[in-house]
């Protein structure tokens, strides 16, 4: 249990995390006007196996359109954006079902969501002061 002053500070470390994340983000997509929805999609995107749209609009409370559009920004296909979308996320169609698609990751995903999650973890240990040995990367 934490005292107030270390909740405080906790929450306080958390946001700033959460905003490096966002600004690593940006930078390496090169955009500073994608929502925060389609940040978060990326977050969700399991790192192997693959996901329905039917279960990201669950998961996001999203309309399947609202879904559909950010897929395609963070594909490589989106009328949103002129120059194209990003090459995060791969869709596959579904073995079982050949009209539904299936998301996952693409190789330059996964080399995000590593730089991303070691920044996660190096500017919390920073801004916690905590040692490695305490606390171990996922």
């Not at 940006?26 to 749209?53: K, W």
Request: net charge positive; proline share 4%; hydrophobic share 35%.
């Amino acid at each position: 249990m934490l005292n107030p002053t270390e909740e405080k500070r906790f929450s306080s470390t958390l946001w700033t995390v959460f905003q490096d994340c966002i600004d690593l983000f940006r930078a390496e997509t090169g955009t500073t006007d994608m929502p925060l929805h389609t940040f978060y999609m990326f977050l969700l995107m399991p790192r192997s196996g693959d996901i329905s749209v039917t279960n990201l609009c669950k998961q996001l409370s999203l309309s399947q359109a609202a879904i559909s559009r950010n897929l395609a920004v963070l594909a490589g296909v989106s009328r949103i954006r002129k120059d194209g979308g990003f090459g995060l996320v791969e869709g596959r169609e579904d073995p079982m079902d050949r009209r539904h698609k299936q998301y996952c990751l693409s190789s330059e995903g996964k080399a995000l969501r590593d730089r991303l999650e070691f920044r996660m973890l190096k500017r919390t240990k920073e801004l916690m002061r905590w040692d490695d040995d305490q606390v171990q990367p996922v």
